[in-house]
Every structure is written in C-alpha cells, then in structure tokens.
C-alpha cells in the first residue's frame, strides 16, 4: 500500500469514528472518558507520525524519525478497535464491518520504500487532519 492510500483510510477511518458521537454521548461517565481518553491517544500519535514525516522530508536519512513513523503509524490501529470495542454494545453489525473494513487497510506496509518514491510532509497533513477529528471527539465527550 502507498502511503498515499494509508492517510486517506486513516482520515476516512478518523472521519467515520468521529461521527458516532451521538453513540458516544449516550456512553456513561466512565466510557465516555474512556472514548475520550483513547480518542486524545490516537490524535497524539498523529502528531508525532505527522512531525517525523516532516523530518523525513527535511532528512531523508533519519532513520530514527523513520523508525519512530512506523511505529506510530502501526499504534493506531490498536487504539481504534480499543475505541470500537467500548462502543460495541452501541453499534449496529453495519458499522463494526465497517471499521473491522477500514482497520483492515492499516496493515503495516514499508513506510521506507514510501516515502522514498512520494516523499513526506503532504501526507503530513492529511495525518494533521484525522488528528483533528479524533481530538474533536475527545473534546466533546468531555463537553
């Protein structure tokens, strides 16, 4: 997968978590900060892929920067069926498939040979972009 497709899925994934805040809103206290909780995970982990492919595109040799890409990219995925799985009760069978669909294309790919054949940073920003939406959801569960 290019890492093109990667952050569209990802901001497409962000967008779909983002909209069941009505789900979310009718959670209790305690799950609500759950959501929140692991929603602020998930847009913190943004940033700092979003900040070493920034780095990668200045240093392309920067091997930690590249290391640290990866390893925040492949960390999403868990948080997000964390996320599900506290709303599952609240989900219809329709939109579990839907995400399980989505998580599906978050599988590792070689972030190197990615960023060597289309660079980095704009993919930054559709990385800054999911992080917004997940950082909308965190705010307002604590609304």
Known sequence: MRLAEYTQRLSELARTVNRWLALAARLDVLRREKVALYAEEVAATLARAAANLATLEVYPNDRPALLSATREL???AGYVETIVATLEDHLDGRKRAGVKRRLEHLQPFD?????REFGAFRHARRLASAEGYFRALADTLRA
């Open 74 to 76: 492949g960390r999403i």
């Open 111 to 115: 972030l190197e040979a990615a960023i």
